[in-house]
């Protein structure tokens, strides 16, 4: 895929740049950090209770359907490699800087609130062994995620890798505790396979309109895109690798779970993956619990990362005040973005409902996803002579992912 890695937006700040050290191993791990976060930790539970036994069908289900929305962006991540990523997609795709602006706050928006969410999880695991204050634990939290994404993004990014391969392990841990307390379980794999009934296709695809939201988080990579090598050929790999690994991951611990706790026990449960546990020795339990703090503070410094870059491209852009796009000639981390982004998350943790504000994240994302396949279906309609070569998809992957959007938000709002 040929052409510059660069792509100059006007309101661009002449100071130091971003420095481009992102391989594709850590990109993949950086999105996978965000991916395989919170979500598989809540969603066995209400799956099951839409899909029964079937519910681990229903993960590559949905990252099927969340896939066309992935290539849309694998083709815009590529023609427009540059932080703030569905602010440029929209504003080119549009041609608004208004809705430009508008998408790119959406985005920040669902960032800092999903920290601040994942800051207070992080601190009640916490309070197991620290017993002070949870104020004062998700504060410690904010503050330690915003000095590390300040510290350099080959820095950061390889410490949210390290986390995520805790991360990974901890789900390995669930299949291998389930397995061992049930070591019968393997034998019934092929009950998980559906018949072909109506009744429980239905469930399925319930269970999938559920699933759809543990996927969501391989978008963040884009906003990335200034500090990736080869942007052009890493992070497509990167996006689509993403969702591949983390349906491969759900698909096998959902499996193990609801082979191996009861579906009563199941369905409705708030902690799903905990009941593998409840007959545990108190090192295994310990230790899931320890995983358990690893994951939360990774989400946190993940979207940390996330939105001080979109920040930092907007007003690279010109569309926020020029300041923001400063860059620390040392750390070559957008200082005052990440600083901002880190009193940002302070506030909502202390001060908002984080419960129900967190509960419309997932709204906001359909949003934006909905406006960045629009904004790719526009610019293929123009059909520009000359173009660089990028990574291209047809038409109508776009199209069907705004379709696909537009339906989960409907019945998000119709279930709300």
Request: proline residues 5%; contains cysteine.
């Amino acid at each position: 895929m040929a052409g510059s890695d660069n792509h100059t937006m006007a309101g661009a700040n002449d100071g130091p740049k971003l420095k481009r050290s992102l391989t594709l191993p850590l990109l993949t791990l950086y999105g996978l950090g965000v991916t395989i976060g919170a979500g598989i930790y809540v969603l066995v539970g209400a799956t099951a209770a839409e899909a029964g036994i079937h519910a681990p069908i229903s993960f590559p289900l949905a990252a099927g359907g969340v896939g066309f929305t992935g290539f849309s962006y694998c083709e815009l991540a590529t023609r427009y490699p540059v932080s703030a990523g569905e602010a440029v997609y929209v504003r080119e795709g549009f041609n608004s800087r208004k809705l430009s602006l508008i998408i790119g706050l959406l985005v920040v928006a669902s960032g800092v609130v999903s920290s601040a969410a994942v800051s207070i999880g992080a601190a009640a695991y916490i309070h197991a062994f620290i017993p002070v204050s949870p104020w004062i634990l998700s504060s410690a939290v904010i503050l330690l995620v915003g000095l590390v994404a300040v510290w350099g993004i080959l820095e950061s990014v390889a410490l949210a890798a390290l986390f995520t391969v805790i991360e990974i392990c901890g789900l390995g841990l669930v299949v291998w505790t389930g397995l061992a307390n049930e070591p019968d379980a393997i034998r019934q794999i092929g009950s998980l396979v559906p018949p072909m009934e109506a009744g429980v296709w239905g469930g399925i695809f319930a269970a999938g309109l559920l699933a759809f939201f543990a996927f969501v988080g391989f978008e963040d990579i884009a906003n990335v895109a200034e500090e990736v090598k080869q942007p052009r050929k890493t992070l497509p790999r990167g996006i689509v690798l993403t969702l591949v690994i983390a349906a491969l991951v759900y698909f096998i611990v959902v499996s193990v779970v609801v082979l191996v706790v009861p579906m009563s026990s199941l369905v409705g449960s708030a902690a799903p993956l905990a009941l593998i546990f409840e007959g545990a020795n108190p090192t295994t339990r310990g230790l899931f619990n320890i995983i358990a703090i690893i994951a939360t503070v990774n989400g946190a410094l993940i979207q940390v990362i996330m939105a001080a870059r979109v920040l930092y491209g907007l007003a690279s852009q010109g569309s926020l005040p020029a300041f923001i796009a400063r860059v620390n000639p040392l750390t070559r981390t957008p200082l005052v973005a990440t600083v901002l982004i880190t009193v940002i998350i302070l506030f909502l943790a202390a001060f908002l409902p984080i419960a129900e504000l967190a509960a419309a994240t997932s709204m906001i994302v359909l949003v934006v996803f909905s406006f960045v396949n629009l904004a790719l279906l526009r610019i293929k309609w123009r059909r520009q002579v000359g173009e660089v070569t990028y990574f291209r998809v047809p038409v109508w992957v776009p199209v069907v992912g705004f379709i696909s959007c537009g339906l989960l938000f409907l019945s998000g709002l119709v279930l709300s």
